[in-house]
């Protein structure tokens, strides 16, 4: 069954990026995010965006410099 969400290959790519550069595995990520591991697979998978919050406190636990975000 397709979903009605449209993907944005751009934020699924980031998502992606920062996870694997942070050296966290999606266990831990999921964890320190209060979600499940299936929740950040489909994150950087882009069958889900995460909101807002979500979307700030992985960028905190990444590390992430405010220059490198792309959107």
């Known amino acids: 069954m ?9 934020l699924t790519e980031f998502l992606r ?3 694997q550069d942070s ?3 999606y266990e831990s990520i999921a964890e320190m995010l209060d979600v499940s ?6 994150y950087c ?5 995460p909101g ?3 979307l700030l406190r992985l ?4 590390n992430v410099n405010v220059k490198d ?3």
Do not use: M
């Open 2 to 10: 397709e979903s009605n969400r449209k993907k944005d290959p751009k």
């Open 17 to 19: 990026r920062i996870i």
């Open 23 to 25: 050296g966290f595995t």
């Open 37 to 42: 591991t299936r929740t950040v697979g489909y």
């Open 45 to 49: 998978n882009g069958e889900r965006k």
């Open 52 to 54: 807002q919050k979500t």
């Open 59 to 62: 960028i905190r636990i990444a």
């Open 69 to 71: 975000i792309p959107f």
